[in-house]
């Protein structure tokens, strides 16, 4: 396809507007531009040198420039941003984009840059509860000091993720580093009607990220993920029930022992257990004798702490009284020190204590930080796509393309 452009803005001098009259000569670009159904379109532009005339401007002469195909360009806009809108919103890779559309995969990444920058808001949009959450990028790297003999750790590279914790608003950003001042640092780095609009903030039961919290936002109230006290408090419960089966049997359970009968019921949870089951349980328990008692204990001590936990709205249905959820806590402690001569209930109960605003605050307020694993998984499916990232920005980059992408679509409203 052989191209003039009759754009008459085409004919200003890019320095100083004045529109020139005569042709200094003629000459032909190649621009690559999109294809037509389906097959590729070669286009070749007879563009025309012109020369300056007002004498005042340092510019000699210049060729014809539209806003399609700007000066230097090889590429047309519509291109540019076909492939930008490709691998940010359609979530195809770099690589694929280039073979579907042509450009070589520097040209493509370069458009997914300023694509991003278009449709990424600099400053994260509104919210009043983020989950912060990490995420380990790639592999460790472990090296041999030749003369010790010992491995040590070379790079062990975390991303920490930032994530809308409430409104679905997806990745708002994401540092590397697991230390505190890495950490405050992004919410730092944020505009102070934004970072004074956030009322609270999901973690894991990380020490780092609630200090970092306090130093960087601190206003808000920090909220475990009740989720993850669950999980820490099978995991006790696991511990005392090995080391009493040891004491018991001098070995690990075996088929015929009351324990292993019973072990995987003590995992559930009480209200999904049969009446039988929950009979068995006790009874196998009873029976194994004293050390039998105490994993019961371990048991009750697990589902105490989820009655406090289970107080949500979301699960009583009713608003959470504070009268209530201090009841629920008290009885929970006061089992533990019944049993204090069991160390793993003990630590358990320490655990609970120091991490006690956190946990109140998830059963006053329901907000968990799944918004953050569930933007983990997107995240990993899109590394995976691309079997991997070099260059840690254009991860970032991609990972919050990945997650941002439905709000997007949709228009989450602020
Ligand atoms: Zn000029």
Known sequence: MHLVTTDPAARACPACGTFATRVKERIVTRPRDLSRGGSAVRIRWHKRRRPCRET?????????????????????????TACGQAVVDGGRT????GRDLGPTWPVVMRATR????????ETPPATEAIGIDETRRGRPVWKLDEDSGKWTLEADAWHIGFVDAIGGQGLFGQVEGRNATAVAAWPNAQPTWWSSRIRYVAIDLCATFRSAIRTALPHATVVVDAFLIVQLAQRHLADLRRRLTWKQHGRRARKGDAIYTVRKLLRRNAEDLTPEQHRTLTN????????????????KTKELLRDVLRLTYKHAHTAPALSAISAARYRFQAHCADHAFLPELTTLAETVDQWWDG????VLTGITNAASEGNNRVIKLDARNAFG????????????????????REGVPD
């Open 389 to 408: 990232f070099r260059n840690r920005a254009s991860q970032r980059l991609r990972s919050r393309s990945a997650t941002t992408r439905r709000a997007r």
């Open 359 to 362: 946990i109140e605050a998830y």
């Open 114 to 121: 300023a694509f991003a920058k278009q449709v990424l808001p």
């Open 94 to 97: 770099v690589v694929q984009t």
């Open 284 to 299: 196998e328990l009873t029976v194994m004798g004293t050390y039998g008692k105490q994993i019961l204990a371990g048991w």
């Open 56 to 80: 005042a401007c340092e510019r000699a002469s210049f060729t014809e420039q539209i806003a399609q195909t700007p000066a230097r360009m090889h590429i047309t806009e519509r291109l540019r």
